[in-house]
């Protein structure tokens, strides 16, 4: 199964390796028992950090959630401050209809190297 959210404070998946029933309202695919071999948790929310709440001060705009999985979860449970960034709408992304206007992917790269040179 792939793409699989949980919250952040709430344990994967243990142990791996077992067969696992198929979770409740995941449509009858064919499938009655699944094996998890990776799992990475949740990223919990760290804008309080001193690093990020200045990266987010420098850059401007207002933090939303990220919908899906990225490195950032990773950082997260290592205790490193990360953040995703970046324009785009989240309800698109990855999507046949995913698209950006270049004005806000330019705006976005001056920002970033705003405040990686300054």
């Given at each position: 199964?792939?793409?699989?959210?949980?919250?952040?404070l709430r344990p994967g998946p243990q142990?791996?390796?077992?067969?696992?029933?198929?979770?409740?309202?995941?449509?009858?695919?064919?499938?009655?028992?699944?094996?998890?071999?990776?799992?990475?948790?949740?990223?919990?929310?760290?804008?309080?950090?001193?690093?990020?709440?200045?990266?987010?001060?420098?850059?401007?705009?207002?933090?939303?959630?990220?919908?899906?999985?990225?490195?950032?979860?990773?950082?997260?449970?290592?205790?490193?401050?990360?953040?995703?960034?970046?324009?785009?709408?989240?309800?698109?992304?990855?999507?046949?209809?995913?698209?950006?206007?270049?004005?806000?992917?330019?705006?976005?790269?001056?920002?970033?190297?705003?405040?990686?040179?300054?």
């Open positions: 199964m792939r793409g699989h959210r949980q919250l952040p142990p791996r390796g077992r067969p696992r029933p198929r979770p409740r309202g995941l449509a009858d695919c064919g499938v009655a028992e699944f094996v998890v071999d990776d799992h990475s948790g949740a990223a919990l929310p760290g804008l309080s950090h001193p690093a990020a709440a200045a990266f987010i001060e420098a850059v401007g705009g207002t933090p939303q959630p990220k919908y899906g999985w990225t490195d950032v979860s990773r950082f997260s449970a290592l205790g490193v401050p990360a953040v995703n960034y970046g324009p785009g709408n989240p309800h698109l992304a990855h999507k046949r209809d995913e698209r950006v206007e270049t004005a806000k992917i330019l705006a976005g790269e001056e920002r970033l190297r705003s405040w990686l040179t300054a």
